[in-house]
C-alpha cells in the first residue's frame, strides 16, 4: 500500500509541474513574447510527460504483482478448503462408526443381562448365548473400525505437517556446506 500512496504522490507532483509549465508559459509568453518561455515551458512539460509515463509503468508493475500475489492467496485458499472437506469427511466416518460401535455396545450389554437373567433362573437358552456371542463379535468389529477411522484422521491431520516437515528438511540439507570425510 505504500508504494501506492508513493506513486499517487509522485503523480500528482508531476502535474503540479505540468500546471505549474503551463502558467508560466502563458502568463510569460503573454508578457514577453520571447521563444526562451516557450522552449523552458516545453522542456518542462516534456519533463513532465516523461515522469508521468515512468508513473504509470511503475503503476502498471505494482497492479501485475497485487494481481499474482490475490492469485496465488486463491489457489491457497481454496487448497485449504479442500483439505477441510477431507477432514470433515474422515470425521464424519470416525462419527459414524463411533455410533455403530455405542450401539453394538449397548446391544451386547442388553443381550447379557438377558443371559444372566436366563443364567439366575438356571434356564439355560442356548440362542442367548448366541446372540451375546454376535453381540460381541459385532462390538469388536466396531472397536476396530472406529480405530481404524482414529487412524486415518491422524495421518490425514499430520500428512501436512509431515509433508511441510519434510519439505523444510530438505532446504535445510541443501543449505547446508557439503563436506567430505577424510578416511
Known amino acids: 500500500m505504500s508504494e501506492i500512496d508513493e506513486l499517487e504522490r509522485r503523480i500528482a507532483a508531476a502535474l503540479d509541474r505540468i500546471a505549474t509549465g503551463v502558467e508560466s508559459l502563458g502568463g510569460a509568453g503573454a508578457a514577453s513574447g520571447g521563444d526562451d518561455t516557450v522552449l523552458e515551458a516545453a522542456a518542462a512539460l516534456a519533463e513532465a510527460q516523461a515522469a508521468l509515463e515512468e508513473e504509470r509503468l511503475a503503476n502498471a508493475q ?10 496465488k492467496q486463491e489457489t491457497e485458499v481454496a487448497a485449504l478448503r479442500a483439505e477441510a472437506e477431507e477432514a470433515r469427511a474422515r470425521l464424519a466416518a470416525l462419527d459414524g462408526d463411533l455410533q455403530r460401535l455405542r450401539h453394538a455396545n449397548e446391544m451386547l450389554t442388553g443381550t447379557n ?9 438356571n434356564v439355560g437358552e442356548p440362542h442367548l448365548i448366541n446372540k451375546a456371542m454376535l ?38 540439507d541443501a543449505d547446508a556446506p557439503q563436506t567430505e570425510e577424510a578416511t
Open 62 to 71: 505494482l497492479e501485475e504483482r497485487v494481481r499474482a500475489i490475490r492469485t
Open 113 to 121: 443381562q438377558e443371559l444372566r437373567a436366563a443364567l439366575e433362573e
Open 135 to 172: 453381540a460381541e463379535l459385532e462390538s469388536l468389529r466396531a472397536a476396530r473400525a472406529v480405530e481404524t477411522s482414529e487412524a486415518q484422521a491422524l495421518l490425514g491431520a499430520l500428512a501436512p505437517l509431515l509433508a511441510d516437515a519434510a519439505g523444510t528438511d530438505a532446504e535445510s
